[in-house]
């Protein structure tokens, strides 16, 4: 048997040999770790320069829209996005629809600038289905009217550079909102709320020219007009000015069919028939129009336009670009040129020249034979 001292002994021994083998385990753990960060960077190192761009890119947006998580924060910026837009932008933006003057860019252009960045962070970063209603919906009314703005007023040679990012700027926007912003994250414009899809696909109709975006975005415009409060929301934000600018010759047939198409999802709504009139009441709507029924294009095209110029003629604010655009003569011409299978359209010009000129043009009389049957 061993004694007491023996045993003592055995267990110092013991206990040192463990100790041994941790402080051997632990200098490993050390080695290892250390071989791992410097590996990591090592790697770090080595990554492009684009992936480090896009790190830090990414961590400024998150910065520049940190604060504005809190609630606390959210409200006053909702606030002041909509004050800006209703008190300020869109009344700079009437004065560019209602006359040829145009209204210079240099100031608001530079103020708007400076608090685009965090309006566009919120508008790709920001949870849609929590935040529609506090912030997405001001954002997207923010940038919707200043990209109108930037657009057609006129701005000075020393901010033309700064015009032109900004004009980039809303084209790259306009592409995103088509796409799925981050996993589990709808697309800005096939959001559940139909006023987000509204604004959006404005947006992507006056900053984007891929023509299959646009007729996606004219696809989302009709399904988002389905009641007076969405069409009377489509108006207040002047959408027939955006729609107006596709309805050109030159414009692809796709493209000025969708546009046709919007009017009548507007003209047969009682509610809202004035406000849609009044919208169609000026020299840029009156010229278009007259452009395509001079092109003869398309019947279904005239027919279309020939049920909004009717319910125009019946009014008194619209007599003048009537005249000046001379859609009586082309009215006539388009009658003469159609035959018996175009009997909706020629009641349609009848009644429109009627109401114009108060003259019933005889319907007896067999049409003059042309060289060439456009329709």
């Known amino acids: 048997k061993l004694s007491s001292s023996q045993r003592r002994l055995r267990n110092l021994q013991v206990q040192s040999q463990l100790q041994e083998q941790q402080q051997s385990s632990a200098r490993i753990v050390e080695q290892a770790m250390a071989k791992a960060q410097d590996d990591l960077s090592k790697d770090v190192r080595k990554r492009p320069k684009a992936s480090s761009q896009a790190t830090a890119a990414a961590a400024a947006a998150s910065e520049r829209i940190g604060g504005l998580r809190s609630s606390q924060c959210v ?6 996005l909509e004050w800006v837009v209703d008190a300020q932008l869109m009344y700079g933006w009437k004065r560019i629809l209602q006359g040829p003057a145009r209204m210079t860019a240099d100031e608001f252009q530079g103020q708007c600038a400076r608090l685009l960045p965090i309006v566009v962070d919120l508008l790709t970063m920001c949870d849609v ?71 959006s696909s404005l947006f992507v ?14 696809d989302v415009l009709r399904n988002s007009l389905r009641n007076a409060v969405q069409k009377s929301t489509f108006l207040s934000h002047h959408g027939m000015a955006i729609i107006v600018t596709f309805m050109r010759a030159s414009t692809a047939r796709a493209l ?3 546009a046709v198409d919007v009017h009548l999802h507007l003209v047969n709504e009682a509610a809202v028939l004035d406000k849609f009139l009044q919208a169609c009441s000026n020299e840029d709507w009156f010229h278009a129009v007259a452009a395509l029924l001079r092109d003869h294009r398309s019947v279904l095209l005239a027919e279309k336009l020939s049920i909004v110029l009717q319910k ?11 005249v000046g655009h001379q ?35 005889e319907s007896g009389a067999q049409p003059k034979k042309i060289p060439s049957r456009l329709f």
């Open 75 to 80: 409200a006053p910026f909702c606030s002041l």
């Open 129 to 199: 289905t929590i935040t529609a209603g506090q912030i997405i919906i001001p954002c997207l009314r923010f940038v919707l009217v200043v990209s109108r703005l930037i657009t057609y007023a006129t701005v000075s040679s020393n901010v033309q550079s700064q015009r032109a990012s900004l004009l980039m700027m809303f084209r790259h926007l306009g592409e995103a909102m088509t796409r799925p912003r981050s996993a589990g994250h709808a697309a800005l414009i096939a959001s559940a709320s139909w006023h987000v899809q509204l604004l």
């Open 205 to 218: 109709l006056s900053n984007v020219n891929r023509t299959d975006l646009l007729l996606h975005a004219f």
């Open 256 to 258: 000025v069919a969708a």
């Open 312 to 322: 125009l003629a019946q009014g008194r604010n619209a007599q003048k670009y009537f």
């Open 327 to 361: 859609l009586v003569p082309i009215a006539e011409d388009l009658i003469q040129r159609s035959g018996p299978e175009n009997a909706f359209l020629v009641l349609n010009l009848r009644s429109v020249i009627s109401q114009v000129t108060g003259i019933v043009k």
